[in-house]
């Protein structure tokens, strides 16, 4: 087999790689579900009020800012758990800087809504 054709072997496997990961992540995660859940209304809303393709970029990479960082975030955290499973105060603040950057990642998507949304409820 040459070096071209095990390179695209090795991404298609990759990519499995990653769906799983996507799959485990929103079925075993109820962030994400939550997550998942506010996608899906902000996804109709966005059907119902029709907004510009602008509008649709910024709402798409919003919510996959958030849920990518969620999943960076629970990642960490389940590191962290298995590195040291009691109480930690090092471990701790790693996990709580893991959940700042959600944090931070849900604030920046709900001031995109709100300037997305605002508008047209006014």
């Not at 992540?25 to 602008?54: D, N, R, W």
Request: glycine share 10%; aromatic share 12%; net charge positive.
């Amino acid at each position: 087999m040459d070096k071209a054709l095990k390179f695209v072997i090795g991404r298609l496997r990759g990519c499995g790689y990653a769906y799983k990961g996507a799959l485990l992540l929103i079925k075993k995660e109820a962030s994400i579900q939550v997550q998942v859940g506010i996608a899906i209304l902000m996804t109709i809303l966005g059907f119902y009020f029709k907004i510009t393709s602008i509008e649709w970029i910024l709402q798409v990479f919003a919510i996959g800012l958030v849920m990518s960082i969620e999943g960076v975030n629970t990642t960490i955290e389940a590191i962290a758990d298995f590195v040291h499973p009691d109480f930690h105060n090092k471990i701790g603040f790693i996990k709580d800087i893991a959940a700042g950057a959600v944090f931070i990642a849900a604030i920046t998507a709900i001031i995109i809504g709100l300037l997305i949304y605002i508008p047209y409820f006014i």
